[in-house]
């Protein structure tokens, strides 16, 4: 039987062909499980006037941070937003368009997107400016709102309010697996599983990187955490660097 083999060369091939204003979900959470490879191949690119969907956007200097710094990044979805002076500075000066949402909302739109779920009801955000719409999603530079958000549907079940959200599909999902294999099932090590399994299922077009690269057939189905159908390119990144985010010692 011949097997698919989804392997590219290079992380520079896996992401020449990603078009300026492309939608991305890229995985990771803080500086866990970011798909750092495939970020500085973008960045060595000409993409431009992206979207960005991730739990963050990375830090100064590093991981979507990079994109951030070169002006590569139109538009940022997500939940956090610290750690990242430049993101700050690009925002409040008008540079950059923000949509915050509470953590779980964002995580539960990947996965519903992925799911091929086009709209779910949600308590999280009821009564809060998430429902009624005006949380600022863009400064005009002088302090001032250019753009608001919309107030968005809330309907009540069982004597309960919930806001409606929409799944997120992207263009482009960015993902980091600790183990792949060549038709593109992921396994993620531990805290490196966050959004990396999400972001996975809602691209249309996802490529991994993977620190160790088999053979179809030596990973154990029950640890797979992303099926191939999912995976369109796989890269092997056997060097991707790590960082830690906040060194935590004993005295």
């Known amino acids: 039987m011949q097997v698919l083999d989804k392997t590219i060369p ?60 070169a002006g590569r990044i139109r538009r940022v979805l997500g939940s956090y937003v610290g750690e990242n002076k430049e993101f700050a500075r690009q925002f409040l000066d008008g540079e950059l368009e923000v949509e915050l949402m509470p953590q779980g909302s964002l995580a539960e739109r990947l996965r519903a997107g992925g799911a091929g779920i086009p ?11 998430i429902a009624d719409g005006g949380v600022p999603q863009r400064y005009d530079g002088n302090a001032g709102i250019l753009l608001a958000s919309s107030p968005k549907e809330v309907r009540s079940f069982d ?36 959004f990396n399994p999400l972001c996975a299922a809602a691209g249309r077009l996802t490529i991994a990187e993977v620190e160790e690269l088999v053979e ?5 189905p029950a640890h797979v955490h992303t099926p191939g159908i999912h995976v369109q390119r796989v890269v092997h990144v056997a060097d991707a660097e790590k960082r830690v985010e906040k060194a935590m010692v004993r005295p």
């Open 119 to 129: 709209a779910f009801y949600t308590p999280a955000g009821v009564g809060t400016q």
């Open 159 to 194: 004597g309960r309010d919930y806001v409606l959200e929409r799944g997120i599909v992207t263009d482009v999902a960015l993902v980091h697996a600790w183990r792949g294999d060549r038709v593109g099932n992921l396994v993620y090590r531990k805290s490196a599983q966050n």
């Open 10 to 69: 290079s992380a520079a091939e896996a992401v020449a062909d990603v078009p300026a204003g492309a939608s991305l979900a890229v995985g990771g959470f803080g500086l866990s499980g970011v798909p750092i490879t495939l970020i500085e191949a973008l960045l060595a690119g000409t993409a431009t006037d992206l979207e960005i969907v991730s739990n963050n956007c990375g830090v100064d200097g590093w991981g979507l941070g990079l994109l951030l710094a």
């Open 216 to 220: 179809p057939g030596e990973l154990d």
